[in-house]
C-alpha cells in the first residue's frame, strides 16, 4: 500500500485537490493517507471532508489517518512514500500582515508578497527552518520518499531542500499547465488550443513561453505578439504586465501579472504613481485574497465538511499523475523545479531552474534546454541573486545576508535607499520574533 503524507492538511481545498486527484487515480485507490497539521480544527475539516470523497468516489478503499502536532510528525511522516507540502508558516495573521504593513511604512507596495520582494525573503526565511525539521525527520523514517513542494516562495524552498538536505525533492507549480491556454483564450486563438506544442523554461513564477506552434507547426508568436500589443494599447484588462513582457521581452512567462507586477522595477514606483493605473496593478492583493477567502471559508466548509454526497473529479495538479508515473512506470511530463546543473546553459548550477521534466519509476529526470534568450536570463538572474542569498542567509543565520538579498531584490532597491533597506530588514526580524531564528 502506497502512503501518502500530507504536510498542511488544514489546507482544505487543496487537499481536496490533490487527495482527491489520488482517490481518482486506479493506481493510488488503496493508498494510507496521514493528514498532518498543527491546527487541530482545520485537520478534522480535511478529515471529514475526504471521508466523504473517499466513500463517494473510492469505495472506502483508502485508509485516512490524522497527525496533529510537532509530536506525532514522524509517525505522519514513517513509511511514506510520497510527502506533499503546503503548509503556511506564519499565515496571514500575524505573518503576512507584517509582510505588508511593515515594508509599505517605508513606501514599499506588494501585491502578492509570496515568491519575490521583501515578503518572499521573509516568507523563506521563517519556512525554510520548518522544512529543515521535515528533512531531518523524513531521513530517519522514509528515507527515499519524494518531497512533492507546493510552498512559496517555490525556488527558495526547492533550491533549500536540494542542496542542503538528501531527501529527493521536486517543487510544483500551477502556472505552466495553464500558460499558453490563458494567453490563446485570452487572445481569442481558441482554435489554436488543440494540438499545439510548445516550451517552457527559466524559473518558477518566471518560467518563459519560449515557443509556441499549431498543430501544423506554424509559429504562432507573431499573431499572439500583433494581438497583445492591440489588446494593451485598446483596454485595461488583467493581464497588462505580461502583455508588455511580451513587448519588451518578446515573451510571455508563467504567472499571472498581478504576480509579476511586483519582480521587477518597472511597473510600482512612487515616482510614476499613475502606472499603477495605467497597467491595472492590484496592490495589496494577496491581503484582500486572505481577508476573502477567511470570509467565504464560513459558507465554504459547511459544504466541503458537511455534505455527504461530497465528491471529487480528478483536476491538473501534478502531484497524483507524479504519483501514478512512479508507482506504474507509465511515463508523465510535468514542469518541475529542479537543480539546474547545466539545463539551463546561462544560469547557475546551483539556481533552482523549471523545466520540461519526464517522470517515472526512476523519479524526476529534467530535460535539458540550452541557453536562454539573454534578456531573459537577465530577468531570471534578478530573482536568483535573492534567491541564493535568502538561502545562504537561512542557512548561515548571518543578517548581513538579509540585507543583501533585499538590497539586490529589484523592486526594493529601486524604491529604498540602502540604510532604508536595513532599517526595514531589522524591524520585520524584530516583528516576526519567534517565527524566525536568530540572527547574528
Known amino acids: 500500500m502506497v502512503k501518502i503524507t500530507f504536510m498542511g492538511a488544514g489546507s482544505t481545498v487543496f487537499a481536496k485537490n ?14 494510507e493517507i496521514a493528514l498532518y497539521d498543527i491546527d487541530a480544527e482545520r485537520l478534522q ?44 508558516v506564519g499565515g496571514y495573521d500575524p505573518c503576512t500582515i507584517i509582510d505588508f504593513e511593515i515594508p509599505k511604512k517605508y513606501g514599499l507596495r506588494q501585491t502578492i508578497a509570496d515568491t ?16 529543515e525539521d521535515f528533512a531531518r525527520d523524513m531521513e530517519e523514517v522514509c528515507p ?46 481558441q482554435d489554436k488550443l488543440e494540438g499545439r506544442r510548445e516550451l517552457i523554461a527559466g524559473i518558477n513564477h518566471m518560467g518563459w513561453l519560449l515557443n509556441i506552434t499549431d498543430k501544423d507547426g506554424n509559429d504562432l508568436y507573431p499573431e499572439i505578439r500583433r494581438r497583445a500589443a492591440q489588446k494593451n494599447a485598446s483596454e485595461k484588462h488583467h ?9 519588451r521581452l518578446g515573451y510571455y512567462c508563467t504567472e499571472s501579472s498581478e504576480h509579476n507586477a511586483e519582480y521587477n522595477p518597472f511597473f510600482i514606483k512612487s515616482k ?25 471559508w464560513k459558507h465554504q466548509k459547511e459544504e ?24 506504474t512506470n507509465q511515463p508523465y511530463k510535468i514542469g518541475g523545479n529542479v537543480l539546474n546543473n547545466g539545463l539551463i546553459s546561462n544560469l547557475p548550477d546551483e539556481a533552482c531552474v523549471e523545466v520540461p521534466c519526464m517522470v517515472d519509476n526512476s523519479g524526476v529526470r529534467p530535460t535539458y534546454v540550452g541557453r536562454l534568450p539573454l534578456q531573459l536570463a537577465a530577468m531570471n538572474m534578478t530573482h536568483i541573486n535573492v534567491h541564493l542569498l535568502t538561502i545562504e542567509a537561512a542557512v548561515t543565520k548571518k543578517r548581513e545576508a538579509i540585507y543583501q538579498a533585499a538590497m539586490l531584490e529589484p523592486h526594493t532597491a529601486a524604491e529604498l535607499s540602502l540604510d532604508d533597506i536595513t532599517s526595514m530588514v531589522d524591524e520585520l526580524i524584530e516583528a516576526h520574533g519567534d517565527y524566525l531564528p536568530a540572527y547574528h
Open 272 to 296: 510614476y504613481p499613475e502606472l499603477i493605473e495605467k497597467f491595472n496593478i492590484p496592490l495589496d492583493e494577496y491581503p484582500r485574497r486572505c481577508v476573502n477567502q477567511i470570509a467565504d
Open 304 to 327: 466541503l465538511t458537511a455534505n455527504p454526497h461530497l465528491t471529487h473529479e480528478r483536476s491538473k495538479e501534478y502531484a497524483s499523475y507524479i504519483m501514478e508515473a512512479m508507482v
Open 116 to 131: 519575490l520582494g521583501i515578503g518572499g525573503i521573509m516568507r523563506a526565511l521563517r519556512t525554510i527552518p520548518v522544512l
Open 144 to 189: 527515499d520518499a519524494w518531497f512533492l513542494n507546493y510552498t512559496n516562495p517555490m525556488s527558495m524552498l526547492t533550491g533549500y531542500m536540494l542542496r542542503y538536505t538528501g531527501i529527493k525533492t521536486v517543487g510544483l507549480c500551477h502556472s505552466v499547465q495553464v500558460c499558453s491556454q490563458t494567453l490563446l483564450n485570452d487572445l481569442g486563438m
Open 18 to 31: 490533490v487527495l482527491g486527484d489520488c482517490m481518482n487515480s486506479e493506481a493510488l485507490r488503496d493508498c
Open 239 to 247: 493581464d497588462m504586465v505580461r502583455y508588455e513582457y511580451i513587448k
Open 45 to 88: 475539516e480535511s478529515k471529514l471532508m475526504l471521508d466523504a470523497i473517499n466513500a463517494n468516489v473510492n469505495q472506502n478503499r483508502a485508509d485516512i489517518k490524522c497527525y496533529l502536532g510537532v509530536e506525532n510528525r514522524k509517525d505522519a511522516l514513517r513509511g511514506a512514500r510520497f510527502v506533499v507540502n503546503a503548509i503556511q
